[in-house]
Every structure is written in structure tokens, then in C-alpha cells.
């Protein structure tokens, strides 16, 4: 039986420019790459995130939140934690009412517990599986009703090269991963018949603060493992992400696009 179709209202598909985009995790990293991305097209955009453990992150989602101001576009910054369905709900009606619209949602907001599968607590496994998945499921659901009544969203789910080519220590990321692009498949057929495109962006290793505090060796042997020779900038996979939300990419739906430096071919 074919699903229930709402009404449909029109969107100008058209241009990003005055659309509103949701990028979870957004203030630090990829994600704050990925919201610095779209204001710099005149895209009014929303990001949450939690506290981190010996990390300051309200005060980068304060800088990164004053550098989107600074695009003229409209903000909205708010702790929220994916995990929490109903936290979810508040923080999507809230970006809704303060940016005009939504029509975009990056599902960033991911966090890794290695581990040697034999010593993996069960709260690491819990906590990144609700973390990346869970916290990308309750995300679109939170935006899906409204994205088919208005017949026209886009969605991007980060993903990793590790989804297919897991390093060692990597179980529960690693498993967290592929099933985020299992999700990113349904949630494709599922919403494709009202003109939402889901896709999933893969990145290799990507220089950001995580990877800074990782050792000299891991960090050369990561560039060495790219036939590119190099690391991705965040800009490599930001851009990447905004072009699945474009009008030129209007057609590609559920797939995952790697980007890695060819990393996964070796
Ligand atoms: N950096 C890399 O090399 C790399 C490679 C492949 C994929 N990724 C993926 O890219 C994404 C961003 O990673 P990053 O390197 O920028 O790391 P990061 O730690 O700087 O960013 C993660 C952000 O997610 C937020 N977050 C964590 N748990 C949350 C929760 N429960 N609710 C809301 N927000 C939450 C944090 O506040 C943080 O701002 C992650 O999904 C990561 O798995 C990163």
C-alpha cells in the first residue's frame, strides 16, 4: 500500500539562498565547516551540541555562532543532545520559528569510544550507537513530517570511510557508521516520493582538533594512506555536503559519496 501523501505546498527549489539548514554537532569541526558553508550562500542556519569531556565546547558555539552572524544570515545555537528525542523536537521547532524555514538537515554529531572489542564496555557501544544513529534517527524523523508536507528537504548523514574499512579499536564506530548509511538507503526510499533526497558523505580522515590530538605517527600515517597524499580540510567534505543540498544534485539520492583521497583504494 502506497504511503499517505500530504498536501503538497510549493518551495522554490530554485536557490539555497534564504533557505534554513539544520547541521547537528555544528559548532566545532566538520560541523561548524559545514554551517560556515551554507551562510556563506545566505543559507539562515541552526546548530546544536553537547559538552564534551575536556572539551570547552559552548564557547566554540559561541565563536562559531558570532562567525555565522557575521554572513548576515539568520542564527540559531542551542545545546541539544541528538540522543534525547524530545530535546530533539523542542530544538527543530525552535530552529524552524527562528530561522523562517527548513529545508536542510546535516546529521553530523557523532562521537568515537575505541576500544579492543574484547575490553568494550557496553556504555561505549550504547553511547556511540545512540549517539550516531539513534541521534540522526530521531533528527529526521523530527523534520520529516514537515519537509514532506512542504514537498521539498534535503539530507545528509555523515558517515565514514571506517563504515567499510574499519581500523582496529573501531567496533562500535565503525558499526554506528554502516548503519547510518543502511538508514540513509530507507530514509531515501521512504521520503524520495516527496521530493526529499537523502544521501550519506563518507570522509577519510579529516584535519580537525580531534585528529590534532592524535599522534604524529597515526596523523602521518593517515596522510600516507591517501593517494593524494594528504589529509581532507574540513572545506574538502563541507562543500561536498552543500552541493548534495543543491539543486544541481537534485537527482542523486541515497547513495554515500567517499571522500577520502582515494584512501580506500589501497
Ligand atoms: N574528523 C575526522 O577525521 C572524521 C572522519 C570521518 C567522519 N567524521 C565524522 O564527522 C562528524 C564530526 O566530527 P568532528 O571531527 O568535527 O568531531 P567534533 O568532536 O569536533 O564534533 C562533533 C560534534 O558533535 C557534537 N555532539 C556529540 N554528541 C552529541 C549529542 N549527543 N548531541 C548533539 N551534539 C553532539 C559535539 O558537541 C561536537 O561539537 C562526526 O560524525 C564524525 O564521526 C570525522
Same mark, same amino acid.
Given at each position: 500500500m502506497l504511503a499517505e501523501q500530504p498536501e503538497k505546498r510549493s518551495v522554490d527549489?530554485?536557490?539555497?539562498?534564504g533557505k534554513g539548514a539544520i547541521v547537528t554537532g $555544528?559548532? #566545532? $569541526?566538520l560541523g561548524r565547516a559545514i554551517a560556515l558553508e551554507f551562510a556563506s550562500r545566505d543559507v539562515n542556519v541552526a546548530v546544536n551540541y553537547i559538552q564534551l569531556p575536556g572539551r570547552d565546547i559552548a564557547a566554540q558555539a559561541l565563536l562559531t555562532e558570532t562567525e555565522l552572524r557575521s554572513f548576515g544570515v539568520k542564527v540559531f545555537c542551542s545545546e541539544c543532545d541528538v540522543r534525547d528525542s524530545e530535546d530533539v523536537e523542542r530544538f527543530v521547532s525552535s530552529a524552524k520559528a527562528e530561522l523562517g524555514g527548513l529545508h536542510f538537515l546535516v546529521n553530523n554529531a557523532g562521537i568515537a569510544r575505541d576500544g579492543a572489542l574484547w575490553r568494550l564496555s557496553t556504555e561505549s557501544w550504547d553511547d556511540v550507537l545512540r549517539t550516531n544513529v539513534t541521534g540522526a534517527f530521531h533528527c529526521t524523523q523530527a523534520v520529516a513530517q514537515h519537509f514532506r508536507s512542504q514537498h521539498f528537504g534535503k539530507i545528509v548523514n555523515i558517515s565514514s570511510h571506517q563504515a567499510q574499512h574499519p581500523g582496529f579499536g573501531v567496533s562500535n564506530y565503525a558499526a554506528s557508521k554502516a548503519a547510518l548509511i543502511g538508514l540513509t538507503k530507507a530514509a531515501a526510499v521512504e521520503l524520495g516520493p516527496s521530493n526529499i533526497n537523502v544521501n550519506a558523505v563518507a570522509p577519510g580522515f579529516v584535519h580537525t582538533d580531534l585528529l590534532d590530538a592524535l599522534p604524529d605517527e597515526v596523523v602521518d600515517k593517515a596522510k600516507k594512506s591517501s593517494v593524494l597524499g594528504r589529509l581532507a580540510e574540513p572545506r574538502d567534505i563541507s562543500r561536498v555536503v552543500v552541493f548534495l543540498c543543491s539543486e544541481e544534485a537534485r537527482?542523486? #539520492?541515497g547513495q554515500v559519496i567517499v571522500v577520502d583521497g582515494g584512501m580506500t583504494l589501497t
Amino acid at each position: 500500500m502506497l504511503a499517505e501523501q500530504p498536501e503538497k505546498r510549493s518551495v522554490d527549489d530554485s536557490q539555497m539562498a534564504g533557505k534554513g539548514a539544520i547541521v547537528t554537532g $555544528g559548532a #566545532t $569541526g566538520l560541523g561548524r565547516a559545514i554551517a560556515l558553508e551554507f551562510a556563506s550562500r545566505d543559507v539562515n542556519v541552526a546548530v546544536n551540541y553537547i559538552q564534551l569531556p575536556g572539551r570547552d565546547i559552548a564557547a566554540q558555539a559561541l565563536l562559531t555562532e558570532t562567525e555565522l552572524r557575521s554572513f548576515g544570515v539568520k542564527v540559531f545555537c542551542s545545546e541539544c543532545d541528538v540522543r534525547d528525542s524530545e530535546d530533539v523536537e523542542r530544538f527543530v521547532s525552535s530552529a524552524k520559528a527562528e530561522l523562517g524555514g527548513l529545508h536542510f538537515l546535516v546529521n553530523n554529531a557523532g562521537i568515537a569510544r575505541d576500544g579492543a572489542l574484547w575490553r568494550l564496555s557496553t556504555e561505549s557501544w550504547d553511547d556511540v550507537l545512540r549517539t550516531n544513529v539513534t541521534g540522526a534517527f530521531h533528527c529526521t524523523q523530527a523534520v520529516a513530517q514537515h519537509f514532506r508536507s512542504q514537498h521539498f528537504g534535503k539530507i545528509v548523514n555523515i558517515s565514514s570511510h571506517q563504515a567499510q574499512h574499519p581500523g582496529f579499536g573501531v567496533s562500535n564506530y565503525a558499526a554506528s557508521k554502516a548503519a547510518l548509511i543502511g538508514l540513509t538507503k530507507a530514509a531515501a526510499v521512504e521520503l524520495g516520493p516527496s521530493n526529499i533526497n537523502v544521501n550519506a558523505v563518507a570522509p577519510g580522515f579529516v584535519h580537525t582538533d580531534l585528529l590534532d590530538a592524535l599522534p604524529d605517527e597515526v596523523v602521518d600515517k593517515a596522510k600516507k594512506s591517501s593517494v593524494l597524499g594528504r589529509l581532507a580540510e574540513p572545506r574538502d567534505i563541507s562543500r561536498v555536503v552543500v552541493f548534495l543540498c543543491s539543486e544541481e544534485a537534485r537527482h542523486i #539520492t541515497g547513495q554515500v559519496i567517499v571522500v577520502d583521497g582515494g584512501m580506500t583504494l589501497t
